[in-house]
């Protein structure tokens, strides 16, 4: 049986198979859904496009997460992940990214303008209605800690090595109380 070949029965394409770079989800998206980086899946993607704007990773975004416990950083409502990470059922954000208005123009940002992760009414009402307020009102205590200590400068929001795994969802809570408690 020397120098007989044994011809494969595997077809040509079975080692070619989809794995996201960073949350290495071995399962193919769907084609129908467009994403700009065709070597993450669509949840990485979406994420990875949305960080992108204020000049973030997935890792720094993941330790900010992790620094607000996965809660509002005004409310301390917790993020309802809803199986879609920061993307609601309806498409809709629930985890907006705050920062500095008065840092970066409109089209950039330079990153170190973000504050914080906010829940909807806390980014689109509360905070820039207190914001608007002459000094002598802006008298809240919790509104002038998230100002001028926002979670995202903070030394609990540096990047760890497991911030650089996955993006964060429901998971990401049981694994945080696992690393606390050894």
Known sequence: MLGVRVRSVLPDDFFDFFSCAICQDGEDPDPSVRRRNKDLCVRCDRLQQRVWRYNLTV???????????????????????GGHDFIGGGGEAQLHIDHDHGCCDKEESC????????????????????????????????????????????????????????????????????????
Not at 74 to 81: A, N, R, V
Request: with cysteine.
């Open 59 to 81: 890792a720094g975004y993941n330790a900010i997460c992790r620094a607000q416990q996965d809660a509002c950083g005004l409310c301390e409502e917790e993020f309802d992940y």
């Open 111 to 182: 990153g170190e303008c973000v504050r914080g992760f906010l829940c909807r009414p806390c980014n689109m009402v509360r905070l820039p209605a207190y914001e608007r307020l002459p000094d002598i009102l802006r008298d809240s205590p919790r509104f002038n800690e998230y100002l001028s200590n926002p979670p995202a400068r903070r030394p609990e929001a540096q990047v760890t090595d497991r911030d650089c795994r996955h993006p964060r969802g429901t998971l990401s809570k049981i694994m945080d109380a696992f690393f606390a408690a050894s």
